[in-house]
């Protein structure tokens, strides 16, 4: 642009709203063809199935169809509500995904902060490959190897065959449920969610380090004044991000892992619409708990976004999703 433009340019009053918006599609419309398809995408696949939500408050029979079905309002949550597992059901539910966050989310951080402190890189590279394969590996394997490990003659009760008196049930237990689950999920995906710290931590001035080694900082200071305020912000928005599996915890590994015998601790919201709504054929009664689920995860992350906001005010940070 040539200075004579930058006049021109400073001229151009301020817009607001729908002006601002058509203003900015004209000038970037090229850019806007270009995200269009996807956009078009998610607007059929995202929120156009939503309209379905209308089973929820109706007796929806699949003879008579949707528009047919009789509407009966909020009966299916009050079926829920007085549904004698319900406590156990919230419970486990927002006992997993609790455990979950409060064990899991710290792992890739830590792991990402011990390989930045690597300085052979292929054995840095050899740990980091390492840690990002069982992010490949589809969930039903992970569980036929849990399954093959952990029970009760496999390979892990025979190696305590000499320490305890019988076989410990790490699948039939239900108070072992928690830690399988959590562990192997750690297991899974801290090395790929470590990857996206490190590609923060690239961010991050060298120049900072050496000024920090030049005032006598060791290496645990810098990693607390400079590495986790580098990466605080990334910190915070998958930190939001992940306030919503509080509620809504992933169904293909609990039902891959749960049976009967560990229903006390590890039946959760999903699976139980599963087994209640799609299997028994209940559809109403599964979208009416499913709408709960999702409605109540939506206000974590809102809430959690909220919070996180008014501290990064009153921080260094300010990362927001919102």
């Known amino acids: 642009m040539a200075v004579t433009?930058?006049?021109?340019?400073?001229?151009v009053p301020k817009r607001k709203g729908l002006s601002k918006l058509l203003f900015d599609v004209w000038r970037d419309y090229d850019l806007y063809l270009m995200i269009l398809p996807a956009l078009i995408g998610f607007i059929l696949f995202g929120y156009g199935p939503m309209y379905g939500l209308v089973i929820a408050f109706k007796d929806f029979n699949l003879v008579k169809g949707l528009m047919d079905s009789p509407w009966v309002g909020f009966r299916w949550f009050s079926d829920f509500y007085h549904d004698p597992y319900f406590f156990r059901l919230v419970r486990n539910t927002v006992l997993l995904?609790?455990?979950s966050l409060v064990w899991g989310f710290p792992m890739p951080?830590?792991?990402a902060l011990l390989l930045n402190e690597i300085r052979i890189t292929w054995f840095k590279r050899l740990v980091?490959?390492?840690s990002f394969i069982p992010y490949?590996?589809?969930v039903i394997t992970v569980v036929s190897i849990m399954w093959m490990l952990f029970r009760s003659d496999g390979i892990v009760n025979r190696m305590l065959a000499g320490i305890v008196d019988a076989p410990v049930g790490f699948l039939t237990d239900p108070r072992w449920f928690r830690t399988m689950y959590i562990g192997s999920d750690i297991w899974q995906y801290t090395g790929y969610s470590a990857t996206i710290y490190l590609a923060a931590l690239t961010a991050i001035d060298p120049i900072l380090y050496e000024a920090a080694i030049m005032d006598g900082a060791n290496r645990w200071q810098r990693i607390w004044h400079i590495t986790l305020p580098g990466i605080l912000p990334t910190i915070t928005i998958?930190?939001?991000l992940s306030l919503g599996r509080i509620v809504s915890v992933g169904f293909e590994r609990v039902f891959l892992l749960y049976s009967p015998a560990t229903y006390e601790t590890a039946d959760v919201l999903p699976t139980y619409v599963y087994r209640r709504g799609i299997m028994g054929y209940n559809y109403s009664y599964a979208t009416a708990v499913g709408l709960i689920d999702s409605i109540a995860a939506t206000i974590m992350v809102v809430a959690g976004n909220n919070i996180?906001?008014?501290i990064g005010r009153k921080g260094e940070t300010t990362a927001t999703i919102w």
Not at 5 to 11: E, F, H, T, Y
């Open 5 to 11: 433009d930058i006049p021109k340019v400073a001229g």
């Open 97 to 99: 995904g609790t455990y």
């Open 109 to 111: 951080i830590v792991l």
């Open 128 to 130: 980091q490959s390492i």
């Open 136 to 138: 490949f590996i589809a």
């Open 238 to 240: 998958l930190l939001i």
């Open 308 to 310: 996180l906001r008014r």
